[in-house]
C-alpha cells in the first residue's frame, strides 16, 4: 500500500519537472526569435505576455497585468516592446481611449499562432495519454491544488504592488 508520504513525495517530484518545464518554456525560442528584428531583444516576461495575449485574445493593458501579475508600467512597456516586433498591435479602446487594447498583429498573427499551437504539443499529449475519467480527475485535482496555493497567500495571486500600502503606527516626525 502506498503511503500518503509516498505520494506526496511523488507529488513534489512531479512538480519539480512540471516547474522546470514550464521554466523552460517562457524562455523566447529560434522559432518567435526569427520574427524578431532590432531591438529590444524579447526576454521571459515578453513571452509570457506573448503567450498570453495569442491564447486569450484582445485584452486590454490593464487586463494583461492583472491576469499575469505585472504592473500597469511594466505591461504596457512589454507590449509597447511586442508592438515594435510587428507581434502586437496596441489600439485605443473605442468604448474608453483611457484604455489601451492589444491583439496579435495581423502582420505575423499566423506564425505566432504556429508557435502556440508547437507548444501546445506537450500539454496536448499529456491529456491524450489519460481516459476521459483521467483526464477529469487530473484537471480536478491541478484546480484543487491551484486553490490551495493560491489560499495559502492572504491575497491569492495578488502581487505586493497590488496591496494597500502598510502603514505602522504613528511616526514621531509625521502629523
Known amino acids: 500500500m502506498v503511503t500518503k508520504e509516498q505520494q506526496l513525495t511523488e507529488l513534489r517530484s512531479s512538480l519539480r ?3 522546470r518545464g514550464l521554466w ?4 523566447p525560442t529560434p522559432e518567435l526569435l526569427a520574427l524578431v528584428h532590432g531591438e529590444p531583444p ?3 516576461r515578453h513571452v509570457a505576455v506573448l503567450a498570453h495575449v495569442g491564447h486569450e485574445g484582445e485584452r486590454t493593458v490593464g ?31 473605442p468604448a474608453d481611449r483611457r ?17 502556440l499551437a508547437a507548444r501546445h ?16 480527475a487530473f484537471l480536478k485535482g491541478l484546480g484543487a491544488l491551484a486553490d490551495a496555493l493560491m489560499e495559502e497567500s492572504a491575497r491569492g495571486s495578488e502581487r505586493p504592488h497590488h496591496r494597500a ?3 505602522r503606527g504613528s511616526h514621531r516626525h509625521r502629523p
Open 63 to 93: 487586463e494583461v497585468a492583472r491576469e499575469l501579475g505585472l504592473t500597469l508600467p511594466a505591461a504596457s512597456k512589454l507590449t509597447r516592446d511586442l508592438e515594435e516586433h510587428q507581434l502586437l498591435q496596441r489600439r485605443e479602446d
Open 165 to 167: 500600502p502598510h502603514r
Open 42 to 44: 524579447l526576454g521571459r
Open 24 to 27: 523552460h518554456r517562457r524562455r
Open 121 to 136: 504539443r506537450p500539454l496536448e499529449a499529456a491529456l491524450a495519454a489519460l481516459t476521459p475519467a483521467e483526464r477529469e
Open 99 to 115: 484604455r489601451t487594447v492589444v491583439t496579435l498583429h495581423d502582420a505575423t498573427a499566423a506564425q505566432v499562432r504556429a508557435w
Open 17 to 19: 519537472r512540471v516547474m
